[in-house]
């Protein structure tokens, strides 16, 4: 079953934390850029500083496209660097009709060998299937996100449930190898909530604490409830605690401070 | 206003057509693994072979990716050697809250240079703000697809309407720089004939006709209405209509054949 490396990584690092390695360019460190590659120096402090206190690192691809050609050499390197027993996501949120999302599957799976990666549902069944067939990996579908335009259609009301409920329902229906996971921002405590006890099948990628804002108390609670793997997701706030040569120190402070409120 | 040099493309060239340059490794015509890149060389003589025929190009990021990162300098030397003239499509379909999708609006407009994406709507407004803001850049938004699966979530029913509907509307609202477009699929003719008359602001991207089956006839008429500029997309059925060495024939035959029916 697919979430077998990832509840093995929560359990031997007691931690639920995933970070979110989404390097800005425009806000890391100066002095790294004497480095060939600034970016992958970067994400490489960061997996040393924290390796022991993360149970997954996400990748958000729209980092490394940002960089060109080179961004997806680094993505590659950077995936490579990370101890075997961490479970690494690309948060990528593709799909596409059946032959291109074939493609981007064999991408991430196979190209550059991720654990999981985050889908778009929009498409509906057979956008996501070329994913969901790689039974040994995991595929978090966006269902409830942490921003603001949630609200423009994954809350409308279909039928008596929102468009999200919905969602959530047909991912339960298609989870037969048991490797379908939820995305559900934190910034919703209420939502999340509901959605762990009605759907405790799927494994929860929760962004939204940290720089978005979510409660951290609510989550924490969620951690404590049986079914699936749910882990945390903190990018920005972990990432940029620093900005001098120190910066590998204030980043493990950092993720030692969310795992400390987090596991308690 | 973004879709002048689409609509210049058009008239200039008297097609609607737009080929998608999607190539599948197996598919590519043995014969051009002997240049060092093949895909590279079988697009170019696709370009040079339809640039009179094709009002647009569109390709679609997930064949470039699935080539890693030697995919991208492909995808950006492919997108060099279009004509100025004609209108560039990345078909990505990305989407992600404001920081993240600002990173792929750069990406492919700053870097890649396109004149305009295909984005998916489900995190609604703040995750297409960014690309938006581009107003001399075109967005198309998904709406109704050509795949079965859109009738998973776009064509359920939300307080009277269809959740593709109630996309369009939204994207009417957003729609201050006269820069966004739709994609719907040829596949369903009433609907494709219902939003061109409802919504003639939207620039329509239509694929679906050729190896998907939609309907040439409804498309062809869909045409000579006012409104947006109208573009269709054929990709397979264009691009890999030869394997030996004349195969550019065969390509300008079909994009030909389908200029002919679409234009009558």
Same mark, same amino acid.
């Given at each position: 079953?697919?979430?077998?490396?990832?509840?093995?990584?929560?359990?031997?690092?007691?931690?639920?934390?995933?970070? /979110?390695?989404?390097?800005?360019?425009?806000?890391?460190?100066?002095?790294?850029?004497?480095? %060939?590659?600034?970016?992958?120096?970067?994400?490489?402090?960061? #997996?040393?500083?924290?390796?022991?206190?993360?149970?997954?690192?996400?990748?958000?691809?729209?980092?490394?496209?940002? +960089?060109?050609?080179?961004?997806?050499?680094?993505?590659?390197?950077?995936?490579?660097?990370?101890? !075997?027993?961490?479970?690494?996501?690309? !948060?990528?949120?593709?799909?596409?009709?059946?032959?291109?999302?074939?493609?981007?599957?064999?991408?991430?799976?196979?190209?550059?060998?991720?654990?999981? +990666?985050?889908?778009?549902?929009?498409?509906?069944?057979?956008?996501?299937?070329?994913?969901?067939?790689?039974?040994? *990996?995991?595929?978090?579908?966006?269902?409830?996100? @942490?921003?603001? /335009?949630?609200?423009?259609?994954?809350?409308?009301?279909? /039928?008596?449930? *929102?468009?999200?409920?919905?969602?959530?329902?047909?991912?339960?229906?298609?989870?037969?190898?048991?490797?379908?996971?939820?995305?559900?921002?934190?910034?919703? @405590?209420?939502?999340?909530?509901?959605?762990? @006890?009605?759907?405790?099948?799927?494994?929860? +990628?929760?962004?939204?604490?940290?720089?978005?804002? /979510?409660?951290? %108390?609510?989550? &924490?609670?969620?951690?404590?409830?049986?079914?699936?793997?749910?882990?945390?997701?903190?990018?920005?706030?972990? #990432?940029?605690?620093?900005?001098?040569?120190?910066?590998?120190?204030?980043?493990?402070?950092? &993720? @030692?401070?969310?795992?400390?409120?987090?596991?308690?």
């Amino acid at each position: 079953m697919s979430f077998s490396k990832l509840s093995a990584s929560i359990e031997k690092r007691g931690a639920h934390l995933c970070i /979110g390695l989404d390097p800005s360019v425009e806000k890391i460190p100066e002095f790294l850029f004497e480095y %060939e590659d600034a970016v992958l120096e970067f994400n490489t402090k960061i #997996i040393e500083a924290t390796q022991d206190l993360a149970c997954a690192y996400k990748l958000n691809t729209a980092f490394y496209e940002a +960089l060109g050609e080179k961004g997806w050499a680094t993505f590659a390197e950077t995936v490579a660097r990370i101890p !075997d027993d961490i479970y690494v996501i690309a !948060d990528c949120k593709r799909s596409d009709i059946g032959n291109s999302a074939r493609h981007y599957a064999q991408t991430f799976f196979d190209y550059f060998e991720v654990d999981a +990666l985050t889908v778009n549902p929009y498409m509906g069944f057979d956008s996501l299937e070329p994913f969901m067939n790689y039974a040994q *990996k995991g595929v978090y579908s966006l269902v409830a996100t @942490s921003n603001p /335009g949630a609200y423009d259609f994954q809350f409308q009301d279909i /039928g008596g449930k *929102k468009l999200y409920e919905l969602v959530l329902e047909k991912l339960c229906e298609w989870n037969k190898d048991k490797n379908i996971g939820a995305v559900v921002g934190a910034t919703k @405590s209420d939502v999340l909530m509901k959605i762990r @006890s009605s759907f405790p099948e799927l494994s929860l +990628l929760i962004p939204g604490i940290g720089a978005q804002g /979510g409660s951290i %108390e609510t989550v &924490a609670s969620i951690l404590k409830t049986a079914g699936a793997p749910v882990i945390v997701n903190v990018s920005r706030d972990i #990432i940029f605690a620093g900005y001098d040569e120190s910066f590998p120190d204030k980043v493990r402070d950092k &993720a @030692s401070y969310y795992n400390a409120i987090l596991e308690q």
